[in-house]
DNA sequence: AGCAAGATTAGC
DNA sequence: CTAATCTTGCTA
């Protein structure tokens, strides 16, 4: 266990803010499962966010079940649904004090930590897809339904601080869904390798913005 | 009790 | 583009 990824976790305070926020500032920040021995870590790129008030795609819209009752609250821990029968995906709560029910669904990492357990669970993968893509990111680091509920603040997950992306954030529609799939509430690094699914159009938009700011 | 749909993925 | 695979939540 090195200590360049075993630091400090984030405090729990960060949880506490707006979803489309945290999606945003969770970018760059390294996230950490310790199985075993042995420590899972990658550097978060992709990210989705989920409200219930006007977001028709997210789990909560329709109230509280039994499934999706940890996206009620409290911040700070892990929301983990089953996906297609087959894939997990992982979410982080972000629900505040009388706000929506609301999280972040993590689509996407670079490996930092534990690439040997990772290549096991995902033989045949390039390295730089071992964590691309919501479902392989679970798979890749160990998650299943039984880390639904766990702190973010407690053994053995954490998401620790990290140096901001240098690179421009692409803001983008979510992936995979049908309803409120106008909502630009996807986010990525421009130019990680890792990422899921790249939106040209949105990347074209930033480098023109970029250019009128600081002309070549 | 039955059924349609799904925050996906890998392979053809 | 489609199958795989199974749970959830809605409808009857």
């Known amino acids: 266990v090195t200590a360049a990824v075993w630091g400090p976790p984030v405090p729990a305070a960060f949880y506490d803010q707006p979803v489309l926020e945290i999606a945003r500032r969770l970018l760059g920040k390294t996230f950490c499962h ?3 021995a042995t420590l899972l870590a990658g550097r978060i790129v992709e990210t ?3 409200a219930s008030d006007i977001d028709e795609a997210s789990h909560a819209y329709r109230g509280r079940t039994p499934r999706n009752a940890v996206m009620f609250g409290p911040p700070g821990h892990l929301y983990v649904y089953r996906s297609y029968g087959i894939h ?3 979410n982080v709560v972000t629900t505040q004090v009388n706000g929506p029910a609301s999280a972040v669904l993590i689509r996407a990492m670079e490996p930092l930590a534990g690439l040997e357990y990772m290549r096991r669970q995902r033989t045949g ?10 479902g392989n990111v679970c798979r890749a680091l160990g998650i299943d339904l039984r880390r639904n509920g766990y702190s973010l603040s ?3 997950l954490r998401i620790e601080d990290a140096p901001k992306p240098t690179a ?5 529609t979510r992936i995979g869904i049908s309803r409120s799939a106008e909502l630009p509430w996807r986010f990525y690094v421009h ?6 699914r790249r939106d040209r159009q949105a990347e074209a938009a930033i480098e023109r913005q970029q250019d009128s700011v600081a002309p070549a």
């Open 154 to 156: 407690e053994d053995p």
């Open 191 to 196: 130019g990680s390798a890792c990422v899921s």
């Open 34 to 36: 310790l199985v075993g």
């Open 168 to 172: 421009p954030i692409v803001v983008t």
């Open 125 to 134: 993968a390039r390295d730089s897809a071992l964590l691309c893509g919501p």
């Open 48 to 50: 989705e966010a989920y």
């Open 88 to 90: 997990h995906c992982l």
